[in-house]
């Protein structure tokens, strides 16, 4: 049961609908992906009302030796917003119902789909994990994700549709905009009245890039007064649809010619989709040889049905699921690894962090005939940062290897708009003057993002983790 009253729902934007006036200041709190990639969580506060943005954690060199507490008592918040399913931006939110959270979540539908899936495997695993005693640390006690926990998360999930305006506190309403970035990605824009004028605070999750079809383009902002932007490209120009086919011909062509595997590491979500989809474009369209296309990545069939659940977010009506040959368990997997046919295996664990890539990788790491490609971000302090270094060996799952195949990086594959696409989004903040605070990137990101913003005319902000941001527009 949801503790809090039930939304009121409503088609047209929150601009002069509220009822309350809060005249207390407002504020956000930046309590992740502050200055870094990873652990998305802020907090909004408007008026006496605690709304958290977000609730993810942290990997690689952002990933803290011991996870801190969560920075705030989650009893005391309102309302929780989840922009999207990834795990940097969900996967802490058991714990807030653990330490006391009962309130709504609010995502969209394909998000609360998605989420279904994620935490009933998480619980599954970590159930296994617990009944053979691999678990004992009181940490991992405390905040274990349970079965019947993963339900009630869902239970407490109020899903919305795009565009639709629900008040979720008296005076606040939240509207839901498509990001562009996987299923279920949303941008959410809180509207409210501060003094006599009616605001809006906007946050762009992740932001998906153009030029490269298969979900539907990210949709335009409204006009907002105040803006949490991600920057995570926001110092590059991604390759083309036509740039990247051409690089990938050249790496397929090269390894066929050598007789041997391509191994494409993909997240389960949203990568593992768009990956299969543009190869199969691809060889439809004999930009790349035909080849057979293995996906090692059980989870990521299990999302691919979802994706066919909401094919309105899709810019392509083909399904994705049949499309690639999955493996449905070790021995299949080994048997395509280990085959003498050149082939394609996308396997989960983008960033080499786990996952079933690893597997394949230790198969193939010292065959100089086959080849890497990366085609997602790779954090800092990751595998798969290290494995992109010219060095000879790669050390995992407890030793060096001999670094022999090819590695490649196809940076358009990217889920995240480049520079281009994040100033495009950012013009609806122009509108009204607005301030921007750049979350969810590296230095070099969030610096030159924040002198093209700054060139258009925008305030910008660069928040440290705990920063304070007093909401004060100048209109
Ligand atoms: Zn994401």
């Known amino acids: 049961m949801i503790d809090n009253p039930p939304p009121k729902t409503t088609s047209t934007p929150l601009l002069g609908g509220a009822s309350q006036v809060f005249d207390s200041p407002h504020t956000v709190t930046f309590w992740g992906a502050a200055r870094c990639v990873t652990g998305s969580m802020h907090l909004v506060q408007l008026g006496g009302f605690r709304i958290l943005l977000d609730c993810g954690v942290h990997t690689g060199n952002d990933r803290p030796a011991i996870t801190p507490p969560l920075p705030f008592p989650p009893a005391k918040l309102d309302a929780v917003i989840l922009s999207h399913n990834h795990t940097d931006h969900v996967g802490r939110i058991h714990e807030l119902f653990v330490e006391g959270y009962s309130g709504p979540v609010y995502c969209t539908h394909a998000a609360q789909a998605l989420l279904e899936v994620q935490l ?128 990938l011909a050249k790496i397929f062509k090269d390894t066929m010619d050598r007789g041997g595997k391509i191994l494409i590491p993909a997240f389960s979500l949203g990568r593992t989709q768009a990956v299969i989809h543009h190869l199969r474009q691809w060889m439809d369209e004999s930009v790349l040889p035909l080849l057979p296309i293995y996906v090692d990545s059980p989870l990521g069939r299990s999302f691919s049905f979802i994706y066919r659940d909401f094919p309105e977010e899709l810019a392509v009506s083909e399904p994705t699921t049949p499309e690639a040959d999955w493996l449905h368990d070790p021995e299949d997997a080994q048997l395509a690894s280990n085959s003498k046919e050149s082939s ?132």
């Open 344 to 475: 394609v295996i996308i396997a989960s664990g983008g960033m080499l962090e786990g996952g079933k890539i690893l597997k394949h990788l230790r198969n193939h790491i010292d065959d100089p005939r086959s080849s890497l490609v990366l085609v997602s971000y790779q954090a800092p302090g990751t595998l798969g940062e290290k494995v992109l270094e010219k060095h000879p060996t790669l050390t995992f799952h407890g030793r060096t290897w001999n670094k022999w195949l090819d590695v490649q990086g196809v940076s358009g594959f990217s889920g995240h708009g480049d520079q281009r696409d994040l100033c495009q989004a950012m013009e609806p903040v122009l509108e009204k003057q607005g301030t921007v605070q750049l979350v969810h990137g590296e230095k070099e990101g969030m610096s030159a993002l924040s002198g093209s913003l700054k060139a258009m005319g925008l305030k910008v902000g660069r928040p440290d983790v705990g920063e304070v941001w007093k909401l004060e527009a100048t209109q």
């Open 120 to 247: 009933l495997n998480s619980a599954r695993i970590q159930d296994q994990e617990f009944a053979a005693r691999k678990s004992v640390n009181l940490q991992g006690t405390a905040h274990r994700l349970s079965t019947n926990l993963a339900r009630k998360i869902v239970d407490h999930c109020i899903p919305q549709g795009y565009e639709d305006t629900v008040e979720i506190l008296p005076g606040i309403g939240l509207t839901l905009f498509f990001s562009g970035h996987i299923l279920g990605s949303a941008m959410p824009v809180l509207s409210f009245r501060q003094g006599i004028r009616d605001r809006r605070l906007a946050f762009t999750g992740d932001i998906g890039r153009s030029g490269l079809p298969f979900l539907k383009p990210a949709q335009t902002l409204p006009p907002c007064d105040f803006a949490i932007c991600e920057s995570t490209y926001g110092d590059r120009l991604h390759d083309s649809r036509e740039q990247m086919g051409e690089k």
